[in-house]
Protein backbone atom coordinates (compact mmCIF):
# COMPACT_ATOMS: atom_id res chain seq x y z
CA UNK A 1 0.00 0.00 0.00
CA UNK A 2 1.21 3.17 -0.86
CA UNK A 3 1.90 6.33 1.93
CA UNK A 4 1.60 9.62 0.55
CA UNK A 5 4.50 11.23 -0.46
CA UNK A 6 6.92 12.54 2.04
CA UNK A 7 7.17 16.30 2.25
CA UNK A 8 10.72 16.22 1.51
CA UNK A 9 12.11 19.45 3.31
CA UNK A 10 11.29 17.02 6.30
CA UNK A 11 10.55 13.84 5.00
CA UNK A 12 7.49 13.38 7.39
CA UNK A 13 3.83 13.44 6.87
CA UNK A 14 1.92 16.03 8.96
CA UNK A 15 -0.93 14.86 11.38
CA UNK A 16 -3.65 15.20 8.92
CA UNK A 17 -1.82 13.77 5.93
CA UNK A 18 -1.49 10.53 8.60
CA UNK A 19 -5.23 10.87 9.19
CA UNK A 20 -6.21 10.54 6.13
CA UNK A 21 -3.67 7.74 5.04
CA UNK A 22 -4.52 5.46 8.48
CA UNK A 23 -8.52 5.81 7.11
CA UNK A 24 -7.12 4.70 3.23
CA UNK A 25 -5.19 2.19 5.26
CA UNK A 26 -8.11 -0.08 7.09
CA UNK A 27 -10.59 0.72 4.42
CA UNK A 28 -13.01 3.65 4.90
CA UNK A 29 -15.17 4.51 1.70
CA UNK A 30 -17.31 6.78 3.43
CA UNK A 31 -16.97 9.97 6.23
CA UNK A 32 -19.55 12.51 6.83
CA UNK A 33 -18.78 15.96 8.42
CA UNK A 34 -18.10 19.52 7.57
CA UNK A 35 -15.12 21.84 7.46
CA UNK A 36 -14.42 24.40 10.46
CA UNK A 37 -11.47 26.75 10.72
CA UNK A 38 -9.76 24.46 12.89
CA UNK A 39 -10.32 21.43 10.16
CA UNK A 40 -9.06 22.82 7.70
CA UNK A 41 -5.49 21.04 7.19
CA UNK A 42 -7.68 17.58 7.27
CA UNK A 43 -9.89 18.72 4.77
CA UNK A 44 -6.56 19.81 2.77
CA UNK A 45 -5.10 16.44 2.77
CA UNK A 46 -8.27 14.95 1.67
CA UNK A 47 -7.97 17.14 -1.05
CA UNK A 48 -4.33 16.23 -2.11
CA UNK A 49 -4.03 12.72 -1.51
CA UNK A 50 -5.41 10.36 -3.42
CA UNK A 51 -7.26 7.52 -1.20
CA UNK A 52 -10.79 6.81 -2.70
CA UNK A 53 -13.00 7.55 -0.21
CA UNK A 54 -15.98 10.13 -0.71
CA UNK A 55 -16.80 12.46 1.69
CA UNK A 56 -20.72 13.77 2.85
CA UNK A 57 -21.06 17.26 3.62
CA UNK A 58 -23.21 17.39 5.99
CA UNK A 59 -25.12 20.72 7.62
CA UNK A 60 -24.06 20.01 11.23
CA UNK A 61 -21.88 18.31 13.42
CA UNK A 62 -25.04 15.87 15.29
CA UNK A 63 -26.05 15.41 11.50
CA UNK A 64 -22.80 13.87 10.52
CA UNK A 65 -22.79 11.41 13.59
CA UNK A 66 -26.70 10.24 13.10
CA UNK A 67 -25.40 9.87 9.31
CA UNK A 68 -22.56 7.57 10.03
CA UNK A 69 -24.43 5.91 12.16
CA UNK A 70 -26.61 4.94 10.15
CA UNK A 71 -24.46 4.71 7.65
CA UNK A 72 -22.31 1.81 10.23
CA UNK A 73 -25.99 0.00 10.96
CA UNK A 74 -26.55 -0.46 7.41
CA UNK A 75 -23.19 -1.86 6.04
CA UNK A 76 -22.14 -3.34 8.70
CA UNK A 77 -18.79 -1.13 8.65
CA UNK A 78 -17.32 1.41 10.95
CA UNK A 79 -19.49 4.83 10.78
CA UNK A 80 -16.43 7.57 10.58
CA UNK A 81 -17.67 11.80 11.26
CA UNK A 82 -15.80 14.62 11.39
CA UNK A 83 -16.52 17.54 12.96
CA UNK A 84 -14.49 20.92 14.16
CA UNK A 85 -13.17 21.87 17.88
CA UNK A 86 -15.36 24.04 19.83
CA UNK A 87 -18.95 24.07 19.80
CA UNK A 88 -18.65 20.84 16.91
CA UNK A 89 -17.45 18.51 19.52
CA UNK A 90 -20.75 19.01 21.94
CA UNK A 91 -23.04 18.82 18.87
CA UNK A 92 -21.69 15.39 18.05
CA UNK A 93 -21.91 14.01 21.10
CA UNK A 94 -25.61 12.62 21.10
CA UNK A 95 -25.18 11.06 18.15
CA UNK A 96 -22.08 9.32 19.42
CA UNK A 97 -24.09 8.49 22.49
CA UNK A 98 -26.46 6.49 20.24
CA UNK A 99 -23.83 4.78 18.59
CA UNK A 100 -22.51 3.67 21.79
CA UNK A 101 -25.89 2.67 23.43
CA UNK A 102 -26.81 0.89 20.81
CA UNK A 103 -23.41 -1.08 19.89
CA UNK A 104 -22.96 0.97 16.30
CA UNK A 105 -19.35 1.13 15.67
CA UNK A 106 -18.88 5.09 15.33
CA UNK A 107 -15.64 7.06 15.04
CA UNK A 108 -15.55 10.79 15.63
CA UNK A 109 -12.39 12.60 14.64
CA UNK A 110 -12.31 16.03 16.16
CA UNK A 111 -9.43 18.38 15.59
CA UNK A 112 -8.19 21.32 17.30
CA UNK A 113 -6.04 24.54 16.76
CA UNK A 114 -2.29 24.14 17.29
CA UNK A 115 -0.26 24.63 20.32
CA UNK A 116 1.48 27.74 19.09
CA UNK A 117 -1.61 29.23 18.13
CA UNK A 118 -2.72 28.58 22.05
CA UNK A 119 0.22 30.29 23.40
CA UNK A 120 0.14 33.07 21.01
CA UNK A 121 -3.43 33.70 22.16
CA UNK A 122 -2.71 33.67 25.87
CA UNK A 123 0.50 35.38 25.64
CA UNK A 124 -0.40 38.94 23.57
CA UNK A 125 -4.12 38.24 24.17
CA UNK A 126 -4.80 38.07 20.71
CA UNK A 127 -8.13 37.27 20.04
CA UNK A 128 -8.39 33.40 17.61
CA UNK A 129 -8.80 35.20 14.30
CA UNK A 130 -5.53 37.18 15.12
CA UNK A 131 -3.95 33.76 17.07
CA UNK A 132 -5.07 31.83 13.79
CA UNK A 133 -3.30 34.56 11.25
CA UNK A 134 0.18 34.73 13.02
CA UNK A 135 0.85 31.02 12.00
Not at 41 to 56: C, E, K, N, S
Not at 91 to 116: H, K, Q, R, T, W
Request: proline content about 4%.
Amino acid sequence: MAIAKLNRATDTLTGAEAAVEMLKAHGVEILFGLCGDTSLPFYDALARLPHGMRHILARDERSAAYMADGYARVSGKVGVCEGPSGGGVTYILPGLAEANESSVPLLCINSDISVSARVALHSDGAGPRRAHAAR
